[in-house]
């Protein structure tokens, strides 16, 4: 179970109800550190920031560690496009 406060609200998720594992991340200085826990991939097999791919309007991305499609033209959108963005590529839909 995933419990943040956010805005001074507790907030719960219950990561295995979407297949993922609740993970604690840590950052900061021993000092100065900070906790955040999140929901992840029991068994990544993409990462966020890998590069992205559009054919036939279909845009092939990473969604919380593993590869997803998203078709642009069922929401009434003419397709999709790539952009470079640093060292990876970036699609979105266009109109």
């Known amino acids: 179970m995933e419990v943040d406060c956010w805005g001074g609200t507790e907030s719960r998720s219950d990561c295995s109800r979407f297949g ?43 969604n919380l560690g593993l590869p997803a499609k998203f078709d642009c033209r069922s929401v009434g959108l003419s397709g999709c496009a790539t952009q470079v963005v640093g060292t990876s590529t970036v699609a979105g839909c266009v109109l």
Do not use: K, M, N, W
């Open 20 to 62: 993922l594992t609740c993970t604690l991340e840590v950052t900061g200085t021993p000092d100065q550190s900070s906790r955040t826990a999140t929901c992840t991939p029991i068994e990544q097999q993409c990462f966020v920031g890998a590069s992205e791919s559009c054919q036939g309007g279909v845009i092939t991305y990473c």
